[in-house]
């Protein structure tokens, strides 16, 4: 059952910008957050940044400044604006949806900075 859709990764100069969606299932039920993760190879899965139901915000350091995400939670869906990336910004990008009892994962998207 796929209950997180993500889409919008690619590959982006550095400078470069590229916007991330997710849409969470309907049948998810108690979301308090949603956000996005990432795992570059060799690395633990790391937080990027993640937004509450009431609309609290918290960022990595490293992308504080330069991506901004948002949520419309009529919609069930995070989104995630990436400017100014950097070739440390390539990783797996994970959607994210924090629920009572649970979490739950998208499939992940591959994001990669180089010219």
């Known amino acids: 059952q796929v209950q997180l859709v993500e889409s919008g990764g690619g590959l982006v100069q550095p400078g470069g910008s590229l916007r991330l969606s997710c849409t969470a299932s309907?049948?998810?039920?108690?979301?308090?957050?949603m956000g996005w993760y990432r795992q570059a190879p060799g690395k633990q899965r790391e937080l990027v940044v993640s937004i509450t139901t009431g609309g609290d915000t918290n960022y990595a350091d490293s992308v504080k400044g330069r991506f901004t995400g948002s949520r419309d939670n009529a919609k069930n869906t995070v989104y995630l604006q990436m400017n100014s990336l950097k070739p440390e910004d390539t990783a797996v990008y994970y959607c994210n949806a924090r629920a009572i009892g649970r979490d739950y994962w998208g499939q992940g998207t591959q994001v990669t900075v180089s010219s």
């Open positions: 309907r049948t998810i039920f108690s979301i308090y957050a």
